[in-house]
């Protein structure tokens, strides 16, 4: 799988006296790490910004999303059903059976990734833990595996975490039956998924970024981007078997610092918080900001909330409760989240 590093000269030169702080990203559904966190423009890089602050910086991206694996995603009848009418006439004439009758990973393949990664990095620079940062559906992935190995995770941060799955126990029987890929539209990502989430004036401070934000994805993606209808191109990621997330959550034992977003399904996404194990925890409240907010003006909130946390597992001298972000980062208390 593809692992990026982000690590500044003066911190890479003291390697040899002490051992680095280190931070490993993990994505979400759709965006590859790179894409997520690492977006060539501006200073919209989340990698570059910690790794100016003195971190060891990685981003993993997992089986089936940026320059790792993509195992049967290549035969467009492979898509699942809900989505195949988004590839008829360019890409099929007519729906079609998969020629793998499977879902392609399960939370356990991506936890077992996740360890390979870690224990690289950790054999790597010499160290016993790494804190891990997840956005979204990386924040089930993360959680899950700081749940299942204590002693190898330093710091949590879950950002947008996704709501607890239906179901806890893995599927039966495993893998399910199903199709290996499913599509993200340019449309659904950009308007559904993003602009109707935005409510404030400059809740979007460089509207250009979202035109990069794309163009990566598809250079990352590479077949996807002949795929779209539109000449845009179509997001591809593997259709998962999501499970234990209520569980894993319950059985955090690391720091933790959940962030949501004021735009961002709030009450949804408050299972996270509810359900979190672990008795070092605090949650923040970002204002003007939607799920994607590493790439909107709130950016600079989070880069800063996220760099106390990593350094002091504080956030203006809060270690725990709840606080409040306003639209120009100012802190204050927030009534527990319910």
Known sequence: MAVREKIAASTQQKLADSKPSIVLFIHGGFAP????????????SFMAVLAAAGFDVFAMEQTGYGKSPKPTMD???????????????????????????????????????????VRFIMDLRQVDKVSLYGWSTGAPRAGGFAAMHPDKVDKLILVAPSPFFPVDAPPRPMPEPGSPMILQTYETLMIKRWQDDVHCDDQID???VRAVFWRELMAEDG?????????????????????????????IKAPTLVIQSEYDNYEKRNDTWKGLGSKDKLFVKIACASHFLQF????YTLHRVARDWLRKSSVSGFDHGALYADRDGNISELQQPH
């Open 296 to 299: 909107e003006r709130a950016r």
């Open 206 to 208: 460089d509207p250009e």
């Open 223 to 251: 077949l996807g981007a002949e795929w779209g209808a539109d000449g845009r191109g179509i997001m591809r990621a593997p259709n998962r078997m999501n499970y234990g997330w209520r569980t894993n959550a319950a059985k």
């Open 33 to 44: 790490g790179v894409v997520a966190y690492d977006l060539p423009y501006r200073d919209y």
């Open 75 to 117: 035969d467009p009848c492979n898509v699942d059903p809900e989505f195949q009418h988004l590839l008829i006439p360019h890409v099929l004439k007519q729906p079609c059976q998969p020629s793998y009758p499977h879902k392609l990973v399960s939370s356990q393949t991506e936890f077992d990734e996740i360890e390979t990664v």
